[in-house]
Nanobody, 125 residues
Framework: QVQLVESGGGLVQAGGSLRLSCAAS????????MGWFRQAPGRERDFVSV????????DYEGSVKGRFTVSRDNSKNTVYLQMNSLKPEDTAVYYC??????????????????WGQGTQVTVSS
């Protein structure tokens, strides 16, 4: 059974850092495009970042550019999201997901096939 498990969330002060991990199991994800999304209370699930299967191509939502870095280790079937200079508006549940094989817009949650359960990130001011 395919499973994605996020970890690394927590409570941090503004300006601090966190590193999220997304561990995949059930099959190899080394050929999958992987995305990160976040959902704050009362809001829709928003795109944060995406990384190609080999890690050579990445993209970020505008407000996190220069602060967040996505990476992956295919030997460990794991994707990471390094988050620096965190702001209170970054507070949300963060999810990782795999892009559907048929492709589509990587900023659209509907384009993703498998999702993790999410990890809470709370940034205090």
């Amino acid at each position: 059974q395919v499973q994605l498990v996020e970890s690394g969330g927590g409570l941090v002060q503004a300006g601090g850092s966190l590193r999220l991990s997304c561990a995949a199991s059930g099959r190899t994800f080394s050929r999958d495009v992987m995305g990160w999304f976040r959902q704050a209370p009362g809001r829709e699930r928003d795109f944060v970042s995406v990384i190609s299967w080999n890690g050579k191509s990445t993209d970020y939502e505008g407000s996190v550019k220069g602060r967040f870095t996505v990476s992956r280790d295919n030997s460990k079937n794991t994707v990471y999201l390094q988050m620096n200079s965190l702001k209170p508006e970054d507070t949300a549940v963060y999810y990782c997901a795999t892009l559907r094989a048929e492709g589509g817009s990587y900023t659209d949650p509907g384009g993703y096939a498998y999702w993790g359960q999410g990890t809470q990130v709370t940034v205090s001011s």
